[in-house]
């Protein structure tokens, strides 16, 4: 199976969370390295950690939201997370950026941890799969009844 271009960037974040570790506090990155998960998506699809990444979320949120590789990717893996995205009450539209930075933050039931870093590395490549298999089917084109 050819692999899709969401796969190779939802790969390739899943490599950077590996080498530099998951950020999940304020901002979108720290000075160490570590990357918030959209953040890794936008490193993984562009190459580049912006120096807003790292103290002002508005200017990192607006880099992400205008790279749409990363949103293809962003919004791949907020599709086979088990819960909804939130609505942006600004636009009406699904945030999946918010989805994705409250599911790798928060715990999934009460009592309970949220998800480690293998947990998030696997739904990155279990999304990277997914991505693959849905260009992995050639367009169907409208055939004539013989």
């Not at 699904?94 to 994705?100: A, C, N, P, R």
């Amino acid at each position: 199976m050819p692999a899709s271009s969401t796969g190779t960037i939802l790969r390739t974040t899943a490599h950077i969370l590996n080498y530099y570790g998951l950020h999940t506090g304020q901002q979108f990155a720290t000075h160490d390295g570590r990357l918030d998960i959209t953040a890794a998506i936008f490193r993984a699809a562009t190459g580049k950690t912006p120096n807003c990444f790292l103290t002002d979320e508005n200017a990192a949120l607006l880099q992400i939201q205008v790279c749409e590789p990363a949103m293809d990717a962003i919004r791949m893996v907020s599709a086979i997370l088990p819960s909804l995205p939130p609505t942006d009450p600004d636009t009406g539209r699904d945030d999946h950026i918010e989805h994705l930075c409250h599911w790798s933050t928060t715990p999934v039931w009460p009592g309970t941890d949220s998800p480690n870093h293998p947990e998030v590395i696997g739904v990155l490549l279990r999304a990277a799969t997914a991505a693959d298999a849905l260009t992995a089917f050639p367009h169907q084109t409208e055939r004539s009844a013989a």
